[in-house]
Every structure is written in structure tokens, then in C-alpha cells.
């Protein structure tokens, strides 16, 4: 094997061992990006419960005013 021929393999081997490790980074930051787009999936359906949940905390609370208002009212007028 020539000089020349031995140089571009040592060349295309590296070229490939430098895409493999590349491509391992890709993946690896892939992953994470992919972990980290679950959990703001996740914590934004638990915010979402939770603003649900406030949502009928403050209707219940409406509604108790509501009614000790028309029971005064009730009282009131009999």
C-alpha cells in the first residue's frame, strides 16, 4: 500500500471515528431537548390542573357568597 493510499484511509477512518462521535453528540442533545420538551409537557398539564382547580375554588366561593347573600336577602324581606 503507497504513502498516499495508507493517508487516505488513516483520513477517511478518522473522518468517519469524527462523524460517529458527532453523531453521538447529536443524539445525546437530541435526547435531552426531547427529556426536557416532556417535562414542560408535563408541568404544563399539572398547571393547567391546578388553574382548573383554582378556577372551581373561586366559583364554589362565588357561590357560597351567593347564597349567604340571598338568605340575608331572605331574612330580610320575611
Known amino acids: 500500500m503507497s504513502n498516499v493510499a495508507s493517508y487516505r484511509e488513516g483520513a477517511v477512518n478518522m473522518n468517519l471515528k469524527d462523524q460517529f462521535y458527532e453523531n453521538e453528540k ?3 442533545i437530541t435526547r435531552k ?5 416532556r417535562e ?6 399539572e398547571l393547567e390542573k391546578e388553574l382548573e382547580n383554582l ?4 366559583r364554589m ?3 357560597e357568597m351567593e347564597s349567604k347573600l340571598l338568605k340575608q336577602q331572605e331574612k330580610e324581606l320575611g
Do not use: P, T, V
Not at 414542560?40 to 398539564?45: A, E, G, Q, T, V
Not at 378556577?55 to 373561586?58: A, H, K, V
Open 26 to 28: 447529536r443524539i445525546a
Open 33 to 37: 431537548l426531547m427529556e426536557n420538551a
Open 40 to 45: 414542560r409537557i408535563k408541568l404544563s398539564s
Open 55 to 58: 378556577e372551581l375554588q373561586r
Open 61 to 63: 366561593r362565588q357561590l
